[in-house]
């Protein structure tokens, strides 16, 4: 016959090992938040330094400047954006 002791401690390494990864969930599930708050902040926000617009917006245009022969002014603040946020 086995112990009862060896039941209640099995019980327990179980429900220890539930927790950890119930623990380990919940830490994903906030990492994804955080990285989701980061590409909202880094892409949609938009940013004084580019004239209010938002990084995505300004890369476009610049690009699009830049297909033209135009980057002067662009280059400087996306330089300055990069540089920024290094």
């Not at 112990?3 to 220890?16: C, H, R, T, V, Y």
Request: glycine residues 4%.
């Amino acid at each position: 016959m086995i112990n009862e002791d060896f039941f209640d401690g099995l019980q327990d390494e179980i429900a220890g090992e539930l927790r950890r990864k119930e623990y380990r969930l919940k830490k994903l599930q906030e990492a994804k938040e955080l990285l989701e708050r980061e590409r909202t902040y880094d892409t949609v926000r938009p940013r004084q330094v580019l004239s209010y617009l938002t990084p995505l917006k300004f890369l476009e245009q610049w690009k699009e400047k830049e297909n033209q022969g135009k980057q002067g002014v662009y280059f400087a603040y996306l330089s300055n954006f990069v540089s920024k946020s290094r």
